[in-house]
């Protein structure tokens, strides 16, 4: 299974979209950033296509391999890594993404602070991981701690070139190195555990990914290794960055939190069945998801220097195709996960299925939420991400620890489900209007995918029922159909024609070359 959760580079002088905005109307404007996003975003779904395949392969083989115990000692792992990865650069990466001016009079000083900081991290975390064992109820995952909290080492030295890259929409060099790193976890992760080594397999195939990917990226931003601190500088950083910080060390709690609370109420074998679920509901968000924020920061920021209508009609223009394509891979995944698990990974995994079938409506709001951070980090008004954490934290903890005790690893994920729909969703909507964002607009375009996402729902579970025992008919009886009713449903019918006349011409066109 997945570890967490992944020629000559122009001179930041010469590359025009780290400068002044462009001149032009507001519709010129946004066809213009439009285009640069929707080449980084088409990079970005190559570079993931390839690289979740070999993910997807990895997860194949670690999990004949390995025992639900050891992905429940390495999810305490994860929730520490994860904790540390969301707040060791201090905000600094989409801080350097948006910043206004010359990126080379602010890179040395965010370098040194965000290198600085994550050796703070590392250290804290060193001392203080038998505790954070003992309390995750899995005192034997200290070793994994340590070692996959070098990632976060690794993470804070290349954190500069990283945002450079993601700035000047250079998302072809991004995805490949990520790739690289991926191919790297599978060989490293599949050869320690085929050798005996069990749940530090997956630490060290982690650390494997970020050594692969840190090294690509630092060549390719092609950016001079120079410290320095420069007050005035750090000030505008840190203005933006902390609140930021505060905000996504709530949200780091938010992700983690269900593993610690689940490992101490059941014990590591049904937390292993639990970050089970939750890598494979995290299919969507590493494909799709990641594809958009390698670009939506950027995107956004670049919108958000013209005016907040620019920005609300930049926004209004992604969320429904997004929502669309999250609706089926929701339904499907949840209606089919015995069959998904069954097929893939073996009967052993079967007990994953009933929380994975709360997970997937999860991660269709963390899909939503994820986007809606990124949209305010855009606009620079970061203090909206740490109150919309807060609040949706304070209503997670109690929920969380009492679905953990009354049904386990199934209860957690319910709880996850029913807070994120009836709290997390209303205040996104409510940070984003107060951050002049209009969302009105996005409301008609919505109701066609969420009545087809009903019917898909209905003729998925039904052909489900009669389709026999055999999973890999299931998959391609209810799966398959299922996809068809929600795409004829969904999808208006001159855009079914539309895109069919595309793939016409197309292979017409590859027909005459």
């Known amino acids: 299974m997945e570890a967490v959760d992944s020629s000559t580079t122009p001179s930041a002088a010469a590359t025009p979209v780290l400068g002044a905005p462009e001149v032009g109307d507001a519709d010129s404007d946004l066809r213009s950033i439009g285009r640069k996003a929707g080449r980084g975003f088409g990079w970005a779904l190559l570079g993931n296509a390839a690289g979740k395949i070999g993910s997807f392969t990895t997860s194949l083989v670690l999990a004949r391999l390995l025992f639900p115990t050891d992905y429940g000692v390495y999810a305490v792992a994860v929730a520490a890594a994860a904790l540390a990865i969301h707040v060791n650069d201090l905000g600094l990466i989409p801080a350097i993404v948006q910043w206004r001016g010359k990126l080379e009079d602010a890179a040395p000083t965010a370098a040194t602070i965000a290198f600085g900081f994550s050796i703070v991290i590392y250290g804290a975390f060193w001392f203080i991981a038998p505790w954070f064992a003992q309390v995750s109820g899995v005192a034997s ?61 997956l630490a060290a195939g982690a650390v494997a990914n970020s050594v692969a990917t840190g090294a690509l990226v630092m060549i390719w931003a092609g950016m001079p290794l ?22 996504l060390g709530v949200e780091s709690v938010l992700e983690q939190s269900d593993k610690v609370i ?9 937390l292993g069945f639990y970050l089970f679920a939750t890598n494979i509901s995290n299919w969507a968000p590493g494909f799709i998801g990641s594809a958009i924020r390698y670009v939506s920061l950027p995107g956004f920021a670049r919108l958000s220097e013209k005016d907040a209508d620019t920005l609300s009609k930049g926004v209004q223009r992604v969320i429904p195709p997004l929502v669309m394509v999250l609706i089926p891979v929701a339904v499907l995944i949840g209606v089919l996960a015995a069959p998904t698990l069954s097929f893939l990974y073996g009967a052993k995994w079967l007990p994953a299925a009933e929380i994975l079938r709360f997970l997937m409506i999860l991660m269709v709001v963390r899909m939503l939420t994820g986007l809606a951070m990124d949209i305010l980090m855009s606009t620079g008004k970061t203090h909206w991400t740490l109150l919309f954490n807060i609040g949706w934290i304070i209503a ?20 996850q489900a029913v807070v994120g729909v009836i709290v997390a969703l209303p205040l996104t909507v409510i940070a984003l209007h107060r951050s002049g964002v209009r969302l009105a607009p996005i409301a008609p375009a919505l109701v066609r995918p969420l009545l087809a996402g009903v019917v898909c729902l209905a003729v998925t579970l039904g052909l489900h029922e009669i389709a026999g025992p055999k999973a890999l008919v299931q998959l ?32 017409a066109r590859s027909a005459l070359n």
Request: charged letters at 10%; proline letters at 3%; hydrophobic letters at 60%.
């Open 476 to 507: 391609l009886v209810a799966g398959v159909l299922g996809l068809a009713v929600y795409v004829v449903a969904a999808v208006p019918r001159h855009q079914l024609r539309a895109f069919a006349t595309a793939i016409r011409t197309r292979r």
């Open 262 to 270: 689940v490992g101490r109420a059941v014990g590591a074998a049904s």
């Open 141 to 201: 995952a200290v070793p994994l701690i340590r070692v996959q909290m070098i990632t976060i080492l690794l993470d804070g030295f290349t954190a500069i070139r990283s945002a450079y890259l993601l700035r000047t929409f250079q998302q072809r060099r991004y995805v490949i190195a990520n790739t690289v790193g991926i191919v790297a976890n599978g060989v490293v992760a599949i050869s320690l555990a085929t050798a005996g080594a069990g749940a530090m397999s």
């Open 396 to 415: 997670l903890l109690p929920a969380l620890w009492f679905g953990a005790h009354v049904d386990g690893a199934r209860g957690a994920a319910a709880a």
């Open 226 to 247: 120079r410290i320095g601190l420069d007050a005035a500088v750090a000030r505008r950083l840190m203005v933006y960055g902390l609140p930021l910080t505060l905000g």
